[in-house]
């Protein structure tokens, strides 16, 4: 089946089971063509954070996952840029830092993700509450 | 269907996209995002129905004033649907009563659902977003 | 039919609102701090068994939280290629969190 995800969860335990489901679905056989990441989601894809000793660097795994699979990981722009996460286009058009954004992200507008939901079987969405 | 191509209607009939908004407007973002998929969503024809549950009956309140503290409205995004033909919304009737919000004057649009109604919502679209 | 995924401590209002709109012949899945309600004797966890829907919970949230070693019997403990396996089964899933 055609899979969309749309990960609202910064890095913890909800962007952790997006992560978990998105291989298992793969390995399952589904088509996954992109995650989507939107409001606290885009933090998934901060470059310039630092996992602490002993946790998953959720980038570099999204990242893998991303090259493996040949899954895409869109950042919602408007998300990304006010949380500071720029890729290079960006950066130099708000004369800013960057880019900021980890290798494998790329930073779309939520286009790609209504254009997701129109193609998909199956949407689900990852959230974390309080 | 191409990205750069928003228009699907005149083929198949477009799926059905319920976004449930449960979260309050102000304090953080995601009513916001919520909404703003709305609006993305609407201008690929994707006729999207909009219900607000539990804190998000919150985000109809009249009269918000975004300037107070240098915000951005989420009244006046709200107000801006039916620009987009964003004609479908719900609004759980026990949050109303849980916020004494019950009197409270509601987009045109908006039609009051109990528990039996939202399952109905839940059960009758194609595809849903949860914010 | 309905996945339900639970992402919040009983008592949250999420959960409230989960428990009322999750049907007899729905999937529910407990995950992050919903794992608690898992415990065997958990005031939510008779909720939950109310609600007649098939429960489960994401095994690697409910080890890390420490709640397996007390868990319901009642509650399906599942890895992420079951929880893919509850999507292809329910068409439409709502996240609560």
Redesign the interface.
């Known amino acids: 089946m055609n899979y969309a995800l749309l990960v609202l969860a910064p890095p913890g335990s909800a962007s952790r089971a997006a992560l978990g489901f998105a291989r298992a679905a793969c390995a399952r056989g589904h088509q996954l063509e992109r995650v989507f990441f939107l409001d606290r989601g885009v933090e998934n894809g901060m470059g310039t954070a630092v996992a602490p000793q002993g946790e998953r660097d959720l980038p570099a795994q999204w990242a893998q996952l991303a090259s493996e699979q040949g899954v895409e990981l869109v950042l919602c722009i408007s998300s990304a840029i006010r949380r500071g996460l720029l890729d290079a286009t960006e950066a130099q058009r708000h004369e800013k830092v960057g880019p900021t954004v980890a290798p494998g992200f790329t930073i779309g507008g939520l286009g790609l993700l209504v254009e997701t939901c129109t193609d998909c079987e199956r949407l689900l969405t990852f959230g974390e509450g309080c | 269907m191409a990205s750069d191509t928003p228009k699907a209607s005149g083929q198949a009939e477009p799926p059905r996209l319920l976004l449930v908004t449960r979260s309050p407007p102000y304090g953080s973002s995601l009513a916001r995002s919520a909404l703003d998929t709305a609006l993305a969503a609407a201008a690929f024809d994707m006729a999207p129905a909009l219900l607000f549950l539990d804190h998000g009956v919150l985000q109809l309140l009249p009269q918000q004033e975004g300037a107070a503290s240098e915000t951005r409205s989420h009244g006046k995004v709200l107000d801006s649907l039916p620009l987009y033909d964003i004609d479908r919304i719900y609004v759980d009737a026990a949050a109303l009563l849980h916020f004494g919000l019950q009197d409270m004057p509601l987009p045109a649009a908006a039609e009051v659902v109990d528990s039996t109604g939202i399952r109905a919502l839940l059960e009758g679209c194609d595809h849903i977003l949860s914010f | 039919m309905?996945l339900h995924?639970l992402?919040?401590?009983p008592g949250?209002?999420?959960f409230d609102?989960c428990l009322?709109?999750v049907?007899a012949d729905d999937g529910l899945l407990l995950?992050?701090?919903a794992v608690y309600a898992a415990l065997a004797n958990a005031p939510a966890l008779a909720r939950l068994r109310a609600t007649g829907a098939r429960l489960h919970v994401?095994e690697?949230?409910a080890r890390?939280a420490g709640v397996t070693p007390q868990m319901s019997e009642d509650v399906l403990a599942i890895?992420?290629?079951a929880?893919?396996?509850l999507?292809?089964q329910h068409?439409?899933?709502?996240?609560?969190?």
């Open positions: 309905i995924t992402n919040a401590s949250s209002t999420a609102h009322a709109q049907a995950m992050g701090n994401l690697d949230d890390t890895d992420f290629d929880f893919v396996a999507s292809e068409a439409r899933q709502v996240a609560w969190f």
